[in-house]
Structure formats: C-alpha cells, structure tokens
C-alpha cells in the first residue's frame, strides 16, 4: 500500500474515533442498552463494509483476509471485555465514567498495537522460522484457553501499574471524570487514570495471540492494522451490550480456542499445505456461531462467575 492510503486511511481511523467520542457520549451520564446497541452494530457493520473498497483496490483475496482478520481480532477482542469489567469493578469506576475510560484506554492500546504490529511484520520478514514459532504460540495458547477456569485479576499486582505509581503520584479518590488533579500544589492521577492504564496495558497483552493470528491469515501490514484499528472501534459500545450478557457465554473460550489453533496449524503448516482464506473464513464463523448457539440453550438459570482470559503484561 502506497503511503497516501496509509495516510487516508488514519485519517479515516481518527475521524471514527472522534465520532464515536463525540456522538456517543453527546447526552452525557449513563449509557443506555439501546443506544449502545445501536452504535456497536453500526460500528461492526462499518468494519465489514470496509472489505468493499479493498476489493476494487487489491482484489477479491485481499478483501477475504481482512474480513477473516476482522473475524479473528473482533471477536478475540471481545472476549477481552471479561477482564475489562473486571478492572472497572476493583476500581470501582461509577458507571457513567466507566466508557471514557474504555475509550481512551482502548486509543492508547491502539498505538502500542500498532508498534507490536510492526515488530511482528519485522519478524516475519527476517526470519522465516518466525511463522512456525507464531503458529506454535498459537496452538499452546488455544489449548490453555479451552481449560481455563475462572480467574481473579489483581490489579494491585501489576508491573504496569506499580511501575504508574512510582512515575505519577496517585490519589485514592474520583474527581468526577478527570484523569489528573491537583491537590496540596501537587498533580495526581485519580483510579480513573489506573483504569484507563490497565486496560490499555492488559489489551496490548491479550494482543500477543490475536496479531500473530491474523499474521497466520495475512502478511499485508495494511490489512492487519486496518483489522485491528476497526476491531477496536466500537468496543467500548459493545461492553455496555455484552456487561450483562459475558456470563452466559460460558462456552466461548472453547470456540476461542479453537480458532486460535485452526489458524495456528494453518501457520505452522503454511509451507506444505495452502488452505484457501474463504475456507479459512467459513470455517471461524461456523466455529464462533457453533459457540454462541450451544452457550445460548445451555446457559443456566443462575449465570456462573466471568471468565477472563489470564495472560496479563
């Protein structure tokens, strides 16, 4: 891709993301289920749409991986709201604040993203062995997926955030929806600060499966952070639609983990066997729908603890 489509399309990236700052948030306080409805299909719906365009640019098979990679990083991303509600609960982060936080941690994640996305390009070009060691990664990391049981996330623990405290000092209160505040002449970051923090940092670390997973559908740097950059767009809506419903899916770590080891195999195994991306594709939306309809009819009455993903930076 030539540098003006690179340009273009962060422009295009950045103007989403004001929108949805601006629009969503326009009538202040509390989000409704409606409305976060509403602007989490608007905004998946926007990142399919965006195959279109690359299909009259680069092809029928272009397009194809970025609607698989969008698949991937969609839908790996959702299953990091497990932890995100996790986080906002330690910090017991008001509801109303709790989508400025999501937002601005998931634009910081989408930065450090894109650097992870660069160093994995860098890798793969160099050094071929990389895509056996990607695909490898995958594979250990679907089969711990499938037996993971619940966790507990403890923030207090974190390298990341014990590293903010000794940088930033920090207060044990909110002040309304500020990051900083100064008190006694001195600035500090508030528990909304600590969030937006975790969450970047903890996305970044569940990134360590889903970049090599779309690197195992395409080798288009393009492609990748366009995936990345539109699966993250609009996640923050979709917390607010999935906040009560993540419990009930009691099953999507198994269909998780079955995508991250089909497209492992398909890495590890990319110099013997070519498997075609449309067959790649059909074959995630089957396993992710399989997922949702055997979670949906055996869903208990009594909805057991989230689940989370336990990798943490």
Same mark, same amino acid.
């Given at each position: 891709m030539s540098v003006w489509v690179w340009l273009v399309f962060g422009a295009?990236? &950045? %103007?989403? !993301?004001?929108?949805?700052? &601006? %629009?969503?948030? @326009?009538?202040?306080?509390?989000?409704?289920?409606r409305r976060a409805a509403i602007w989490s299909v608007a905004w998946t719906i926007l990142g399919g749409i965006v195959a279109v365009p690359l299909f009259f640019a680069e092809g029928g098979r272009v397009a194809q991986e970025y609607l698989t990679g969008f698949l991937i990083e969609k839908s790996l991303s959702t299953d990091n709201?497990?932890? !995100?509600?996790?986080?906002?609960?330690?910090?017991?982060? #008001? @509801?109303r604040d709790q989508r400025r936080v999501l937002f601005w941690g998931i634009i910081g994640a989408l930065f450090l993203r894109g650097a992870f996305i660069l160093v994995g390009a860098a890798l793969l070009n160099a050094f071929h062995a990389t895509v056996y060691l990607f695909g490898a990664f995958l594979i250990v990391t679907g089969a711990r997926m499938a037996r993971r049981?619940?966790? $507990?996330? $403890?923030?207090?623990?974190?390298?990341v955030l014990r590293t903010m405290r000794r940088v930033v000092p920090m207060t044990g209160r909110f002040h309304g929806d500020r990051f900083i505040v100064k008190e006694n002449g001195f600035k500090r970051g508030t528990p909304l600060l600590a969030a937006l923090v975790l969450v970047a940092a903890f996305d970044v670390a569940f990134a360590v499966d889903s970049i090599p997973a779309i690197f195992a559908v395409t080798r288009n740097t393009f492609v990748v952070f366009a995936a990345n950059a539109l699966s993250l767009l609009g996640l923050a809506s979709l917390y607010f639609v999935l906040a009560g419903l993540?419990? @009930?899916?009691?099953?999507?770590?198994?269909?998780?983990?079955?995508?991250?080891?089909?497209?492992?195999l398909k890495m590890t195994l990319s110099d013997v066997v070519s498997i075609p991306v449309w067959l790649s594709l059909l074959a995630i939306i089957a396993v992710l729908a399989l997922t949702i309809v055997v979670s949906l009819v055996h869903a208990s009455p009594s909805p #057991?603890?989230? $689940?989370? @993903?336990?990798d943490s930076p």
């Amino acid at each position: 891709m030539s540098v003006w489509v690179w340009l273009v399309f962060g422009a295009f990236v &950045v %103007a989403m !993301f004001a929108l949805d700052l &601006v %629009a969503f948030n @326009r009538s202040g306080g509390e989000i409704s289920l409606r409305r976060a409805a509403i602007w989490s299909v608007a905004w998946t719906i926007l990142g399919g749409i965006v195959a279109v365009p690359l299909f009259f640019a680069e092809g029928g098979r272009v397009a194809q991986e970025y609607l698989t990679g969008f698949l991937i990083e969609k839908s790996l991303s959702t299953d990091n709201l497990f932890v !995100f509600a996790l986080l906002l609960g330690y910090f017991a982060v #008001p @509801r109303r604040d709790q989508r400025r936080v999501l937002f601005w941690g998931i634009i910081g994640a989408l930065f450090l993203r894109g650097a992870f996305i660069l160093v994995g390009a860098a890798l793969l070009n160099a050094f071929h062995a990389t895509v056996y060691l990607f695909g490898a990664f995958l594979i250990v990391t679907g089969a711990r997926m499938a037996r993971r049981e619940e966790i $507990k996330v $403890k923030p207090e623990r974190n390298v990341v955030l014990r590293t903010m405290r000794r940088v930033v000092p920090m207060t044990g209160r909110f002040h309304g929806d500020r990051f900083i505040v100064k008190e006694n002449g001195f600035k500090r970051g508030t528990p909304l600060l600590a969030a937006l923090v975790l969450v970047a940092a903890f996305d970044v670390a569940f990134a360590v499966d889903s970049i090599p997973a779309i690197f195992a559908v395409t080798r288009n740097t393009f492609v990748v952070f366009a995936a990345n950059a539109l699966s993250l767009l609009g996640l923050a809506s979709l917390y607010f639609v999935l906040a009560g419903l993540l419990a @009930r899916f009691t099953y999507l770590n198994v269909g998780l983990a079955i995508v991250l080891v089909l497209v492992g195999l398909k890495m590890t195994l990319s110099d013997v066997v070519s498997i075609p991306v449309w067959l790649s594709l059909l074959a995630i939306i089957a396993v992710l729908a399989l997922t949702i309809v055997v979670s949906l009819v055996h869903a208990s009455p009594s909805p #057991p603890a989230s $689940k989370a @993903r336990s990798d943490s930076p």
